[in-house]
């Protein structure tokens, strides 16, 4: 199995080059040349033996190929469980994992692949992440600790939640925080110009850990491929999803889990106040803008890079509108769907997950559905609290965290001041 990039330039490359480069050096993503067939899940399968079925096709002939079952089982050893709301809904419960937030998922598979695809490596790698919030988090908790990687990861200062700054600072040793005077799309822009700079090159290798890197979005097919063979076994129906989207990361993995065929219907991509999606399946126009702030941070995203995976995989507007669609929700309906979740159902979600759970209430789909609930409301309790008029505990894992002491460098939204940051 080879991947190309969405840009014509690149020679193609293995999963685990793919993986190493982050970027294309053409600048584009990478995506796989070729689909191969998926089996269902069987019955009584784990996640992480799921992972393995979906994900070795894709190291096929690499040097990960051998190594795919047991990243899997490291990376994925915490549950998913699919809660029944109706007998047509179920919530898809993402959260589970060390951080809190569906991104362990991809940054505990990457850190288990870099960490095996640079042993007896000469020189240090340096990983770069732009984090809206719980990507970072992910990120430095899968790497920390990881001998020959150093992790720098870029926030924007102000717009993160008071545990995810904590997530992201708390570390020391290999990981490093910044927080960049700006929005999430200056960091990622950041990033990318590093990506850019010889400078920086000839000094460090440097991988990306962000959603452009495939070693992320691989893995995060694996519980849509899971939850809806489970689905197909007991009803013999498709699984259709609603996926709280920013970055478009999640959607395409979602994406690619159908079109190597796992049975899932229909996708809907639920975006807060940041439209650049739906505008253009709407307009025909792509026009990426600056982001607004909502109370879904992490979804704060005015030109999500993996719209051009989307994009690759559905050349046209015919193909593209009749493969997914996608749906605005503002601040004042997401903070009404956290209280009517609460009222109705006895659940707790977190305002991303409110976002997609407001867009299902809107479409009423037929058949099967899943809101992939994608952040523990704890993360976000300045917000979800007041709503609900109660307090949430913390999971074990983030409390432990808060009792650790934080760091962070304050930085301009500029290559030269990160740099200086860096190398200082
Ligand atoms: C990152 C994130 C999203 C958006 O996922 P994308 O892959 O960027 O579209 C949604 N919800 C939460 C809680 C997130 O952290």
Redesign the pocket.
């Known amino acids: 199995m080879k991947f190309v990039s969405t840009r014509s330039g690149a020679e193609p490359v293995s999963l685990s080059e793919a993986i190493a480069a982050g970027l294309a050096p053409d600048g584009g993503l990478y995506v796989p040349e070729a689909w191969p067939n998926a089996a269902i899940i069987a019955d009584g399968a784990g996640l992480a033996e799921a992972a393995a079925r979906v994900l070795s096709p894709f190291a096929e002939g690499d040097v990960l190929e051998p190594e795919i079952a047991a990243i899997a089982a490291e990376a994925f050893n915490f549950p998913v469980p699919l809660v029944p709301l109706t007998d047509r809904l179920a919530v898809l419960e993402l959260f589970h994992g060390p951080t809190a937030?569906?991104?362990d998922f991809g940054a505990r598979f990457l850190a288990g692949a870099m960490t095996r695809i640079r042993a007896g490596a000469s020189r240090p790698l340096l990983i770069l992440v732009a984090t809206?919030?719980?990507?970072g988090g992910a990120v430095a908790a899968a790497f920390h600790g990881k001998p020959g990687v150093e992790v720098a990861v870029l926030y924007p200062k102000g717009l993160v939640s008071p545990l995810q700054e904590r997530q992201l600072t708390c570390w020391g040793g290999n990981v490093r925080a910044f927080a960049v005077r700006g929005a999430f799309d200056d960091c990622q822009r950041l990033v990318k110009a590093a990506f850019g700079d010889k400078d920086l090159r000839s000094r460090c290798d440097l991988s990306s850990a962000n959603?452009i890197n495939i070693g992320r979005l691989l893995p995060q097919m694996t519980y849509f491929a899971w939850a809806s063979s489970n689905v197909w076994r007991a009803h013999g129906e498709k699984l259709s999803f609603v996926i709280?989207?920013?970055?478009?990361?999640?959607?395409t993995a979602c994406a690619w889990a159908r079109t190597i065929g796992y049975p899932i219907g229909e996708i809907v991509l639920a975006h807060n106040a940041n439209r650049a999606m739906p505008d253009y399946l709407e307009s025909g126009v792509w026009r990426p803008r600056a982001s607004v702030a909502t109370l879904a941070s992490?979804?704060d995203?005015g030109d999500p890079s993996n719209a051009e995976r989307l994009f690759n995989l559905f050349p046209n507007m015919t193909a593209l509108r009749g493969a997914v669609s996608a749906h605005v929700v503002d601040d004042a309906a997401i903070s009404a769907r956290i209280k009517q979740g609460y009222a109705e159902h006895g659940q707790i979600w977190?305002p991303?997950t409110a976002v997609a759970a407001e867009t299902h209430a809107r479409r009423h789909g037929v058949g099967r559905w899943a809101i992939a609930a994608?952040?523990h409301p704890a993360k976000f309790r300045e917000i979800v609290e007041p709503i609900i008029g109660e307090s949430i505990a913390l999971p074990a894992a983030l409390a432990a965290l808060m009792a650790r002491p934080s760091e962070k460098v304050e930085i301009e939204p500029d290559l030269a001041a990160l740099k200086h940051a860096l190398l200082s």
Do not use: E, I, Q, R
Request: proline letters at 4%.
């Open positions: 937030a569906f991104k809206s919030g719980d990507t959603s709280p989207s920013g970055n478009l990361g999640h959607a992490a979804m995203v977190c991303h994608t952040a």
